[in-house]
């Protein structure tokens, strides 16, 4: 198994209401030159967690963070003007948290954290704020949400 430091969540960037399949995702990935769906974990609005690559294999879903990391994605991220939401379901919710444990559990010292997170710190302060991010991605603050499934001593 591959070294993992960071488990990064993504949304599919599709609107509340849109059909976007693991199939969908993974045919798009590959037109773009990728030789697989680049995530390892699909979330659909129904709760179900889709496997994409194996754990094994390094994804492709955050450059220059790919080698160390897991990429889950959950369908959705934006509202029905197309603009950034958090639209996970009730069902998705559920399910994002029952993976993230599990994979807390196996991987105790990976920071959970959202593609925007690490957008680049411009200003140097340490922090990444909104003004900093290069996209919404996933579209709500997955440091907070699962805080509690953080590495120990991540906040100190
Ligand atoms: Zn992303």
Excluded at 91 to 100: M, P
């Amino acid at each position: 198994m591959r070294a993992i430091t960071m488990i990064i969540l993504h949304c599919s960037a599709t609107r509340a209401g849109q059909c976007y399949t693991l199939e969908q995702c993974r045919r798009d990935h590959m037109r773009r030159g990728m030789q697989d769906i680049g995530y390892h974990y699909y979330v659909t609005r129904d709760g179900t967690v889709h496997t994409g690559r194996a754990l094994s294999q390094a994804g492709a879903h955050c450059r220059g963070h790919n080698k160390y990391s897991i990429g889950v994605c959950f369908e959705g991220g934006l509202d029905a003007m197309g603009e950034a939401a958090d639209t996970r379901t009730g069902a998705q919710r559920k399910s994002l948290r029952t993976l993230l444990t599990r994979l807390h559990e196996q991987f105790p010292d990976a920071i959970i954290l959202g593609h925007r997170d690490l957008s680049p710190d411009t200003d140097g302060n340490g922090r990444i704020t909104p003004n900093e991010w290069l996209k919404q991605c996933p579209c709500f603050d997955a440091l907070l949400d699962y805080e509690d499934l953080e590495p120990v001593g991540l906040f100190g």
